[in-house]
């Protein structure tokens, strides 16, 4: 009996984020991109569930040009890319508390609802949790659902840097209310932005995602890769030799050094070094970083609201 191994194929490792041509065409293009996917298998498509962006993965920058260019000849459908979004997590430092009245009179029934809250950290991992701590009354029990739906809507959204804030709990603890013009809608406002007075005073940090990588070189490449790491952020964890003169050199990353490291990888070896890379966990940005992609969220805002 015949036994044919399996064909090992290589992990594409060049993302590159989708944007439609034509918005009504999304669908279409994942449909189209996911054929070419079946069809070929070094190259990959997914939704990232965080940024929300269509992500595609191929062996070069090359390789997704082809892919581009399949998918308009055979579907008649255009797109452009990008280097995809990092995505970053938010979490906080320290315990803080702050309240918020919201409070609107337009003529007719009004809008009111006033919100007291505390916040403070939990360890990595542990996710959201909601504390209802409001003693008599203060906070009617029918809006309290609106208040945990104003922070976790806000938790979503991000407050410094437009990413989802985790691994914290919120305590509710006090607040007003009026007889006619208290409603959902005023409770859930008031929460949100108590939180987000809350989180700026609580130590918030910018969480980035850390992975393991591995390179292989020929071995006389290793000083280059070693020193090439070090300007990313990097840092070698370990290393092997393996047949054929080859060096596997291990190393600690943050995934945002590393989305167009293929190119630079294709530079610094003539063309004979590959890599793999896995996602490691989430560790606190260098605060010069934050501070470099806060500036640039607050930038992209400012911009959106003066349009």
Sequence with gaps: QLKVRPIKFPTPMVPRAVQPKAREDEAKISAGLAKIADEDPTFSIRRDLQTHELVISGMSD?????????LKNRYKLEMTTHIPHVPYLETITANAEADHRHKKQTGGRGQFGE??????????GKGFSFVNAVKGGTIPGQYIPAVEKGVREQMEKGVISGN????????VYFGKDHPVD?????FKTAAATAFRKAFEKAGPVLLEPIVSVDVTVPAAH???????????????SGMDAIPGGLQV?????????????????????A?????????????????????Q???KYQKSRAGVEDE
Excluded at 62 to 70: A, E, K
Excluded at 222 to 236: E, K, L, P, V
Excluded at 249 to 269: D, F, G, R
């Design 62 to 70: 090359l390789h997704l040009d082809i892919i581009q260019q399949r």
């Design 115 to 124: 919100v007291h809250l505390r916040v403070r950290p939990l360890d990595r």
């Design 164 to 171: 989802q804030v985790v691994d914290f709990e919120v305590e």
């Design 182 to 186: 208290s409603s959902e809608q005023a």
């Design 222 to 236: 290793f000083g280059d890769i070693s020193a090439d790491m070090s300007t990313r952020r990097g840092h070698i």
């Design 249 to 269: 050199i291990q190393a600690i990353v943050p995934l945002a050094e590393m989305l167009s490291y293929a190119t630079n990888l294709k530079s610094m070896t």
């Design 271 to 291: 063309g004979q070094g590959s890599f793999t890379m896995e996602l490691r966990g989430y560790e606190p940005v260098p605060p010069n970083v934050q501070q």
């Design 293 to 295: 992609i806060v500036d």
